[in-house]
């Protein structure tokens, strides 16, 4: 089964460590995120885990077979930020072919660019020029182009940040679905606890760097470990629909 | 990036979207590019044909035909006083062209350019101190002006990127450490002006105005092995380079190495730069406005546009030549003189116009 394993990783930037000894696995068909409050290193864990950031510890991952998985295995779904860019929508979900482009376009890479779109219902978006795109749309090509690749290991940094709550639950489910289909690793740093509790199966709470908890849902999400760690009064319940649901209520320094 | 409308994306390609769209968007590129190609060989032709005396395009023709080793007179003068001139212009805009537009794609600026950013004041630079040294390389005198020009734009050009290095290459602190260069080596370009004799001091203006009376087969040859091999180490790198035009995070998102991919290219561009100036002197708004040109017509797939760039080098650089030999009949104007002339109004209208938005 493919994994993703990360020992004792640890990343320091400037003179500031970020991450200290994280400790986690990941497995193949499963959806896992990565919690916590803001600077608590989310970002930098799936930099690290791209070889973006120099890191100390290990980061391997093995594909069904056993066999060590290059990095072009990788998609990574960087935070959405303003830049201008000229290029078309389906140009920049090409993108995510880049190491399998020559210099002729062929058919099949173009059908999977046009398929990616048109999974998330951007086809009247392809020759728009990505720049003159709201956020939301910009966050869904870059989503496409981080899942035209078909990646063995699939990394999310915030994918529903710009998105209307339509949007975020077909952005989730088509995440989950590729997870299961292809037998992805798929982890997604999300700041809605109650879409993780929904989505994922697996969830890593850090804070100040430091693993706090991990396991499934219902294990991580326990309120009183969520009040500690977010320095907020939370209820954690369940929904009519039985979906675990994570309300803020105030925070803990008001009292 | 100044916000240039993409002349591929008009309302009815965007409301139609779907199959075989990027096809088509491909296949319009292609034949921008070839309309490109053929206005270049047009602006050739007309080059060649101009001069102090005027000779025909259909004996332009005829005297490329015969070759070099024909006897009319009219081949005397193609084959021996314009081809070469003209050819040298064609190649040394290329290569002003495809620098220009690297810049721009590597430090996300449409005003980056040789120029602006003091790679070409560098060459000026190294060139003016190869010229009041007297200093030749082998014996090849020759050799001695290109190889300092392009040393003095590769250590700009190093100086640019390792300041860029301290502040993780932020594109902003990447253009003021240009500006930086840019007045540095302008500085020493005066101190070697001051220091040198009448003779060298008349050697160096006249080549830091930009002129291509001195151009000739060797300055086409070498000029033009530079930019072959800047094409050839660029071509393999149109998708990293587009990746990166689409933002450096998301360059490394996608695996790219954007540091190892900056060095490398502002290395070439260092090449370039130098291959481009060291005979005919700095020319400049060519690297400024080929690279919009093309922007404006291909969008940002490397793949066209940096080619692009390289022809609009060629053709803006002949255009120029010809107005250079027309303006003053009898006399040619340096061709520095012509490029600034034209470049001026068009970085006022980025500036100021309303496609800057």
Redesign the interface.
Known sequence: MTSLSIENLSVTVGRKPVLKKVDATFHGGEFSAILGPNGAGKTTLLKAMMGILPYKGSVLSRGKDGQVLSLKSFSYLCQLNKFSSQLTAIEMVLLGLVHQLSWNITSEQEQKAETALKDLGLTHLAARQFSQLSGGQQQLVLLAQALVSEPEVLLLDEPTSALDLKHQVQVLDLARKHTRTNNTITIAVLHDLSLAARYCEYLLLLDDGVVQHSGKPDDVLDSEKLSRIYQVHVDVGCCSHGHTHVTPVRPLDTE | ?A??V?A??PPE???????????R??KKRVKILLATLLAVGAFVLFDIATGSSWIGIDQVAEALIEGPSGESLSTTIVWQLRLPVTLTCLVVGGSLGLAGGLMQTLL?NPLASPYTLGVSAAAGFGAALALLSGYSLFGLSWLAVPLAAFVSSGLASMAIYMIGCTRNMDTKVLILAGIVVLFFFQALQSLVQYLASPEVLQQIVFWLFGNLLKASWLSFFVSGVILLAGLVIT?PK???L??L???E??A?????NTRRLRLQMFLLCSLLTAGAVSFVGTIGFIGLVAPHLA?MLV???Q?FYLPLATFMGGLLLCASSLVAKLIVPGTIIPIGIVTSLVGVPFLLYLLVGKRLS
């Open positions: 990036m916000e240039v993409n591929l994306s390609l965007r409301a139609e979207g779907g199959s075989g769209i990027y096809q968007m491909q996300a071509l149109v998708w990293a587009t990746a035009s689409s933002g995070e998301r490394q998102a996608l695996g790219i922007r969008g940002e797939d793949r």
